[in-house]
């Protein structure tokens, strides 16, 4: 449909370098409005916004293509948002909490709207799409620290019925080294 915004994420593996520069570069780029650098295999989570089908496949085969082309990533992934909901994510995303991380959820059966709805109740969850691609459901949780995101994780993500994989992607987080005494 013209004028529909369209929403999704870039799944990136970074094919040489610091994968914290590959985040930055994509930071740049108009219509994504944040990249994470992960621990997993995927080295870097960005999200999209773009108003229509043309801005998307322009961001596509123009920015995203040249951070291939260039060797900074080797693949990039897309995966879209069943229902686009811009605009959904505060604006502590940039610099997010250290127990801060993203879960691929696969579900066994059931609405993927009803899952949403029991993972938005979650007090730590920012943001829960469906998605069209290798999982059923992306999730961005920001957790105080490691120990309240495993809690979370354990005692509430993965006892919600319909999930029947999780797949936990923290975020890095690059921190000052403090001084050594001499």
């Known amino acids: 449909m013209a004028g529909e915004p369209i929403t999704g994420y870039l799944l990136v593996e ?48 123009g920015s995203i293509r040249a951070l291939e082309t260039s060797g900074l990533a080797r693949h990039v992934e897309t995966r879209l948002t069943v229902k686009p909901s811009a605009g959904s994510f505060g604006s502590s995303v940039q610099s997010p909490p250290r127990g801060s991380a993203w879960i691929f959820l696969d579900l066994d059966q059931g609405e993927p709207a009803d899952v949403i709805a029991k993972l938005e109740a979650i007090d730590t969850v920012v ?22 995101l495993r809690t979370v994780l354990d005692t509430q993500v993965r006892t919600i019925p319909e999930v029947v994989r999780t797949d936990t992607r923290p975020v890095l987080m690059r921190r000052p080294r403090r001084a050594r005494s001499a």
């Open 127 to 148: 943001a829960a799409h469906s998605v069209i691609g290798a999982c059923d459901i992306v999730v961005y949780l920001e957790c105080e620290d490691w120990g309240e």
């Open 14 to 61: 970074a094919a040489r370098g610091d994968i914290n520069a590959v985040a930055a570069q994509l930071r740049g780029v108009d219509g994504v409005q944040f990249a994470h650098a992960l621990l997993g295999p995927t080295d870097v989570i960005a999200y999209i916004e773009t108003p229509d089908w043309d801005s998307f496949n322009a961001l596509l085969n």
